[in-house]
């Protein structure tokens, strides 16, 4: 979406909304923009026609078009000059018509900052060259993992929950494509929806057996944060 045309985007957010209102009989009020992205542009757009909780940044993501780099991995009330970055307070007027929560992603150590600066120095020409990136990761030295079993085994994805929950991450956030469910010839995909089942059914039981959780959409746990928080 980030690509394309503001008026563009509109018409198409309008369509789609339009569409699932009137299929569900229900109003709207979560978004994620398709192949990730988001901008100022795109978040005064959701903002307008009812959206109240962003799910479009993708930490530590990056391809030839945006990049994630520096955006929080935990849920925040997005700068609208720069959804990447956080307000730095709630108060004094400060927007709070829209919240963001990322998906979750990480590394296999607790300190991502710094996790990130070696791994993008991994990837540098020079190093990629040698295949640092994936002698680390078959070494476990270093592991970015998406919580996502599309792409990332149950094994990983319970290393990263393990990680999260000692950063008391208040959110542990699963993302998939729907129609991953359904048994399509994805030729880029590492797992068949057998395994994709496996590793979703495998990483909810690990997180249940260590943490006391609650399973909701992300308009919940907006509801959820932002209580606790004490801004409605």
């Not at 070696?118 to 040698?130: E, G, M």
Request: aromatic letters at 10%.
């Amino acid at each position: 979406m980030v690509n394309l045309p503001v008026n563009l985007v509109e018409q198409k957010l309008v369509n789609l909304l339009d569409k699932l209102r009137a299929s569900f009989e229900q109003d709207i009020c979560s978004f994620r923009t398709g192949r990730w992205g988001i901008n100022s542009e795109v978040m005064e757009l959701l903002i307008k026609h009812g959206i109240r909780v962003d799910s479009s940044v993708y930490p530590f993501y990056r391809n030839k078009y945006f990049n994630c780099d520096g955006a929080p991995v935990e849920p925040y009330w997005p700068d609208l000059s720069d959804p990447l970055k956080a307000q730095s307070t709630q108060l004094n007027g400060l927007q709070s018509s829209i919240y963001e929560i990322p998906v979750s992603a990480g590394f296999n150590h607790t300190q991502f900052a710094l996790c990130e600066k070696i791994y993008r120095l991994s990837t540098t020409r020079a190093l990629s060259f040698l295949r640092v990136p994936g002698i680390i990761w078959q070494l476990k030295l270093l592991r970015k993992i998406y919580l996502s079993p599309e792409l990332s085994s149950a094994a990983d994805m319970k290393t990263l929950i393990k990680v999260l929950l000692k950063r008391k991450a208040p959110v542990i956030h699963m993302n998939l494509h729907s129609s991953s469910l359904i048994d399509l010839p994805y030729n880029n995909h590492p797992f068949t929806r057998e395994q994709i089942l496996e590793n979703m059914k495998k990483t909810v039981g690990y997180l249940q057996e260590h943490a006391n959780v609650t399973f909701c959409t992300i308009s919940e746990a907006k509801e959820i944060l932002t209580q606790k928080q004490g801004v409605q």
